[in-house]
């Protein structure tokens, strides 16, 4: 009742004002009189005015009636949160702008007042190389975050760590981390590959309950006091780590596991710093829940195969695998670690290299590929063509990376496949007289598919021609896609006459294909028929008795692989996980 009477009360006192000045308005002798800051001041009121009842209009718009915390819950949907929820971490290339989301606070006082206010907002700490006021930033963000579990991803900068600036950046971490640490989630140093004064490990001499993320990418001359740090943080009975990566330090020597674990990545890790088989495989056993493994130039060292620890560590939560090397693979060789463990059969598994699959490698295919089990297995493999080179099995399908062509490599690679019966060309791809070779023996391809527009008449000729003797004899279905037949449909005067010309039994290739007992099947797949590709179809079916032909329409886009992140920035050709 009382703000009715409020309500009406303004209304009253605006509707008199209104009179007011109607009754006195226009350019009368009193207003001639009136100073220019009179008028100011009478503006200035009437705005006050007329804010507090667009505030009030505002107040019965719907968002604005959602309740505090939902509110707040809205905006942390608003925040990028890829610095701490990628694993492997991510590159400074792949992280966008993280504090995009505090435009909110500009909109108007109550949502400022909601961000400001929402301890949840402020736990997400990102610290980048061009961050001039790292130190302003992390304390109003820990302060505003309150006690909440709080992540922090750092860029060390090298000047922090100079002569004259060590010992107040040192004391500004070591506040930092006695204020914060028993509430700290997530941990994520890293120095750009620059190297850092082992100074800064003092910060792990406190404990840390909480931490369930730890990422270290910082070198440094000297590791004995992280080392020293880290076995006590992950021999502790109840360490809450579920992902750790370390990258240029060692794995710290432990004969025990971590019951929490989910993600492990271990990069450049010194040959003299790498742990034995039976030390790490120890690690992993005892790491049940272990779903992800990375190892780029880390790990156990190969060994003679005939000393290597006569066991088989269970991961049955293993979903991906991934294994890379920049130099030789006898010495981090996949094949042997991969060997020691029983993982899921739907579980990945990603081998990469720069130098995998060049000429002068393929010698050492033996060394990097998995064992003959799951070799056995692959009955698909599909080729991409990318300034990577990398494998990555998948139940019965292998996922091939490559700069090169495959006719440089598929003969030798397709000798480890016994099961190989299907190749998929997921990037464009000319086969010509001097490519065909990739095809013959000991290839047992039944299938072929080109995802691609392909012009597959000059193919055929190859295939089937009997004066090169009879290419991938097991060969019965080519799938093409259906824009490909369109685009060949755009050469029909060239191809009619020379598929006519095929037509006389006395003087073509596909009478000689009857002679041999092939019979090649084309599938088609396209989105709608057009009068283009009719035309085609009818071109073709000139041969109905040598070619049969079905055309399946399938309506929406084709599946696309992709094997490596598309903007090429991880070298290891990481699939992030959640």
């Known amino acids: 009742m009382a703000a009715n009477d409020g309500r009406s009360m303004v209304k009253d006192l605006l509707i008199a004002l209104k009179g007011e000045l109607d009754r006195t308005g226009g350019f009368t002798e009193f207003s001639l009189r009136e100073s220019t800051g009179e008028i100011l001041e009478d503006i200035a009121l009437a705005e006050g005015v007329l804010s507090r009842i667009r505030s009030r209009l505002n107040a019965t718009r719907p968002i604005n009636r959602l309740p505090t915390e939902l509110l707040a819950s809205i905006f942390s949907l608003c925040q990028n949160t890829e610095p701490w929820s990628l694993f492997p971490p991510a590159t400074r290339d792949e992280i966008k702008d993280p504090y995009s989301w505090l435009v909110l606070t500009e909109v108007c006082s109550q949502w400022r007042h909601t961000a400001l206010s929402a301890a949840s907002l402020w736990t997400n700490i990102y ?164 779903q992800f493994l990375s190892l780029h130039d880390a790990g156990p060292l190969a060994v003679n195969p005939q000393t290597l620890p006569e066991r088989t560590v269970p991961l049955d939560s293993l979903r991906r695998a991934e294994i890379s090397w920049s130099d030789d693979s006898e010495l981090r060789s996949p094949c042997q670690i991969v060997q020691c463990l029983k993982i899921p059969d739907n579980a990945a598994i990603l081998l990469h290299s720069h130098f995998m699959l060049r000429f002068d490698e393929l010698g050492l295919l033996s060394s990097y590929l998995p064992p003959k089990k799951y070799l056995n297995r692959i009955s698909t493999l599909e080729l991409r063509q990318s300034g990577n080179s990398a494998m990555l099995f998948q139940g019965d399908v292998l996922y091939l990376d490559n700069s090169s ?134 071109m073709l079916s000139i041969t109905p008795q040598w070619i049969i032909l079905e055309a399946f329409y399938t309506y929406g886009s084709d599946p696309s692989y992709m094997l490596l992140p598309k903007n090429g920035q991880n070298p290891l050709g990481y699939q992030h996980l959640p």
């Open 405 to 538: 062509r495959a006719s440089s490599y598929l003969p030798a690679l397709a000798s480890y496949f016994p099961n190989l019966s299907f190749l998929i060309f997921a990037s464009p791809s000319t086969i010509n007289s001097s490519s065909i070779a990739m095809f013959s023996s000991p290839t047992n391809f039944t299938k072929i598919r080109f995802v691609h527009t392909f012009n597959f008449v000059p193919f055929v000729e190859e295939l089937c021609n009997p004066s090169r003797g009879l290419w991938c004899p097991s060969l019965t279905e080519i799938i093409l896609n259906g824009t490909g037949l369109e685009e060949l449909a755009k050469r029909i005067p060239l191809y009619r006459d020379r598929l006519v010309k095929y037509r006389k039994k006395e003087s073509n290739w596909f009478s000689n294909t009857i002679k041999m007992g092939r019979n090649l099947s084309f599938r088609v797949l396209c989105e709608e028929p057009s009068e283009i590709f009719e035309e085609c179809l009818n």
């Open 127 to 290: 610290l980048g190389p061009q961050m001039h006021n790292q130190k302003e930033i992390r304390d109003m963000f820990s302060n505003r975050a309150r006690s909440a579990p709080m992540n922090l991803n750092q860029y060390l900068r090298l000047a922090d760590f100079s002569f004259f600036s060590l010992s107040q950046s040192l004391n500004d971490y070591l506040l930092f981390a006695q204020q914060h640490s028993s509430h700290l989630q997530s941990l994520y140093l890293s120095s750009g590959g620059l190297n850092i004064l082992p100074s800064i490990w003092e910060i792990f001499n406190y404990d840390y309950p909480g931490l369930r993320n730890l990422c270290l990418d910082v070198k440094s001359d000297k590791y004995d006091n992280l080392s020293r740090s880290l076995h006590r943080m992950f021999t502790s009975g109840d360490s809450s780590l579920e992902r750790i990566s370390l990258s240029y330090i060692a794995w710290p020597t432990i004969n025990t596991g971590l019951a929490r674990l989910t993600h492990l990545a271990i990069r450049n890790q010194a040959p003299e710093l790498s742990p034995t088989y039976t030390d790490f495989l120890d690690v992993l056993q005892g790491c049940p829940l272990l």
